[in-house]
């Protein structure tokens, strides 16, 4: 069918290769490039022997946009799958404009030094991408992605209108550290450190961090305390869910997690702001990331599972309705199928998923949007043949 360069080689990147090797009737070929390519000729070693689809590697430095062209010029992708930082994504927008090549993320931009979860600066792209004849699809991971296919899925199928969506993230996974981060240590640090905001009746509403706090019984993981946090989907799916009133996304975090972040913060660590040491500027941050585990060494050592889905609630035929669609993933199994923990899988499979939509031509629209704005039908299918099965609720517990 074609060929997909997929940019960086870290934990999300690492599933979404092993499941495009899975896939070769779609993807024919692949080229891994990023920052070190050690690790993606380490990766292609591995898989090459196990598919038909045929492995490049590269190195590039995806922060320099002409770097980017003249790679994609010479490899000539249909789709470039962007799972390096969300720090890359604008470059990396700006080198498909420029080669005419579509264009699938996981994470929304972010400046290096503010932390805002906003689309603004991708939604500006949007008449370059149309006018070019290329799709960028935003947001193609689990959260956000899967959790804009089942907006869009409930509202086709279930609802005349969504009035509420509560999306729940919960990982009852186990990794035997006092204190890790399931992914990339900025990223996720960053998240979790700013400030809680959720969107009522059109307006943002802000809250200290983790000042909202509840407790749910999830499917297949047990009670836990899950806290309120700004998330990037929740911009787009108040403007393109119909007749949404409020929409939050809660998050569940243990409490060790919890003290040694705080500890973490009073201290200093957690800051992006740069200090002097011994004559070198460093970012705490940065520097915290360096000395924490590598979210890809959590894989062998994670058991339990994530149950990930929204809590929709709306009228359908002039009655109210409650709907849960969501997903159960288990930490082990992810890691005996491609070596990774369920954050890493859950991610990597929606954004392999994402580009075979966009590859096979099933998702065609020139322009960027957000993953809500397609046809969820062939995507759901998808989920369910590519490792993450969903499951429905009619008559779920709902959040106060
Ligand atoms: P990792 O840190 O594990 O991997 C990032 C990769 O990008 C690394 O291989 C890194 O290279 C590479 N990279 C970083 N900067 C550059 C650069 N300038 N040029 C080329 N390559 C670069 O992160 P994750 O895999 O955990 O996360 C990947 C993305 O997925 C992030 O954007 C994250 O926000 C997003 N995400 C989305 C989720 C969702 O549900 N939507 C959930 C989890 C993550 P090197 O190996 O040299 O460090």
């Known amino acids: 069918m074609g060929k997909c360069m997929i940019i960086g080689c870290g934990g999300v990147a690492s599933v979404a290769i092993h499941k495009c090797c899975q896939n070769s009737e779609v993807f024919e070929g692949i080229m891994i490039a990023s920052r070190t390519k050690s690790k993606c000729d380490a990766l292609k070693e591995k898989l090459q022997p196990t598919t038909k689809t045929v492995i490049e590697t590269a190195q590039v430095n995806a922060d320099n946009a002409d770097e980017l062209v003249a790679l994609i010029n010479s490899y000539?992708?249909?789709?470039v799958l962007n799972l390096a930082l969300p720090y890359q994504d604008l470059t990396i927008m700006d080198a498909c404009l420029a080669t005419?090549?579509?264009?699938?993320?996981?994470?929304?931009y972010e400046p290096l030094d503010t932390a805002k979860f906003e689309y603004k600066w991708q939604w500006a792209y949007r008449e370059r991408f149309e006018k070019a004849g290329i799709t960028a699809l935003l947001g193609s991971g689990f959260d956000p992605g899967v959790t804009g296919v089942f907006s869009a899925y409930a509202m086709k199928h279930q609802f005349d209108e969504i009035?509420?969506?509560?999306?729940l993230d919960c990982n009852?996974?186990?990794h035997g550290y006092p204190f890790a981060t399931n992914f990339n240590p900025e990223i996720?640090?960053?998240e979790v450190s700013a400030k809680g905001s959720y969107i009522e009746d059109g307006k943002w509403v802000e809250t200290e961090?983790?000042?909202?706090?509840?407790?749910?019984n999830f499917k297949g993981v047990g009670e836990k305390d899950m806290y309120l946090l700004h998330h990037e989907e929740l911009e787009s799916l108040a403007l393109n869910i119909k007749g949404i009133k409020r929409i939050r996304f809660f998050m569940t975090f243990g409490q060790s997690y919890l003290t040694h972040l705080k500890c973490l913060e009073n201290v200093g660590m957690t800051s992006i702001e740069p200090i002097m040491y011994e004559g070198k500027e460093i970012v705490p941050l940065q520097f915290l990331k360096a000395v924490l585990p590598d979210p890809a060494s959590l894989g062998p050592r994670t058991v339990g599972k994530t149950n990930i889905g929204c809590i929709f609630r709306g009228k359908?035929?002039?009655?109210?309705?409650?709907?849960?669609?969501?997903?159960i993933c288990d930490h082990q199994e992810c890691y005996r199928e491609v070596g990774s923990q369920a954050i890493s899988y859950t991610t990597g499979?929606?954004?392999?998923?994402?580009?075979m939509m966009i590859m096979t031509g099933t998702w065609k629209k020139a322009g960027v949007y957000n993953i809500e704005e397609f046809d969820p039908d062939p995507f759901m299918e998808a989920l369910n043949k590519w490792g993450l099965p969903w499951e429905e609720d009619f008559d779920p517990v709902l959040v106060d």
């Not at 005419?100 to 929304?108: E, F, G, Q």
């Not at 961090?209 to 749910?216: F, L, Q, T």
């Not at 359908?316 to 997903?327: A, S, T």
């Not at 499979?349 to 580009?355: F, L």
């Open 209 to 216: 961090p983790m000042e909202i706090k509840r407790v749910y």
């Open 349 to 355: 499979v929606p954004a392999m998923i994402g580009a």
């Open 100 to 108: 005419k090549t579509h264009y699938v993320d996981t994470a929304n």
């Open 172 to 174: 009852g996974g186990d």
């Open 316 to 327: 359908k035929d002039g009655k109210d309705k409650n709907y849960y669609l969501y997903n």
């Open 76 to 79: 000539k992708p249909d789709v």
């Open 188 to 190: 996720n640090i960053r």
């Open 163 to 167: 009035n509420y969506i509560d999306i």
